[in-house]
């Protein structure tokens, strides 16, 4: 059973420290996601890719977040410098023609 | 812009009891997708609707897609304790991308 896996499953960090959460999709999918997830913001889209390509970062915050995709079976989202705002459950998903499958989360926390 | 709302927020139902939330986009959908997230967890595909009018079952949930296609609707009959989640809804707002309606939380009541 395929699944999108993420790393860390929580990250506990101090302000103005580097964060890198890191993201295996399931292989074959051709697009991936990250969404960020908060009590008062609901589901929001930071970036995703389509076959490696980013298609659309509009989302992120473009100063201190970072998305890429180094490989097929590797994407990465880097928080540099972390912000206490950045507190948040950040999500991967992958899919083929819109159909999206998330990973577990990483839920971030910073102090 | 596109804007996909989703009604209501939260929902209080005692178990055994019938829950419906409701979804309407600002444009005209090529689809609509539901997906549920339980407490704790991650958001799961249920189902995708296409054609207008459409009515899907998985066993006690009844999706439907309006005439119209902007306005969709999902039904949870006799509801249970595994039922607990947010329900959401999302349409295309690209080839690549969905809009997300902000969830309707489906809590039963102890």
């Known amino acids: 059973d395929a699944r999108v896996t993420q790393t860390p499953r929580h990250k506990v960090t101090e302000m103005g420290q580097e964060v890198t959460m890191r993201c295996q999709p399931i292989?074959?999918?051709?697009?991936v996601f990250w969404y960020r997830q908060t009590m008062m913001q609901g589901l929001e889209l930071l970036a995703y890719f389509r076959n490696r390509a980013p298609l659309d970062d509009s989302g992120m915050p473009k100063d201190r977040f970072s998305a890429e995709m180094p490989d097929a079976t590797l994407a990465t989202l880097k928080i540099q410098p972390s912000e206490p705002r950045d507190s948040a459950v950040y999500f991967c998903?992958?899919?083929?023609?819109?159909?999206?499958?998330f990973g577990p989360g990483t839920r971030l926390t910073v102090t | 812009g596109q804007q996909v709302m989703q009604i209501p927020q939260y929902q209080h139902v005692q178990e055994g009891e019938d829950f419906t939330t409701y979804c309407n986009s600002s444009?005209?959908?090529?689809?609509i997708q539901w997906y549920k997230q339980r407490p704790g967890g991650h958001p799961v595909f249920l189902i995708q609707?296409?054609?207008s009018g459409e009515v899907k079952k998985q066993k006690r949930l009844t999706f439907q897609f309006g005439e119209a296609k902007k306005n969709s609707s999902l039904h949870i009959t006799a509801t249970q304790t595994t039922d607990v989640g947010t329900y959401f809804c999302a349409g295309p707002k690209s080839n690549y991308q969905l809009i997300w309606g902000a969830g309707t939380k489906l809590i039963i009541k102890p």
């Open positions: 609707l296409v054609k």
């Open positions: 444009t005209t959908l090529s689809n």
């Open positions: 292989l074959g999918h051709n697009t």
């Open positions: 998903a992958s899919g083929w023609d819109l159909e999206q499958y």
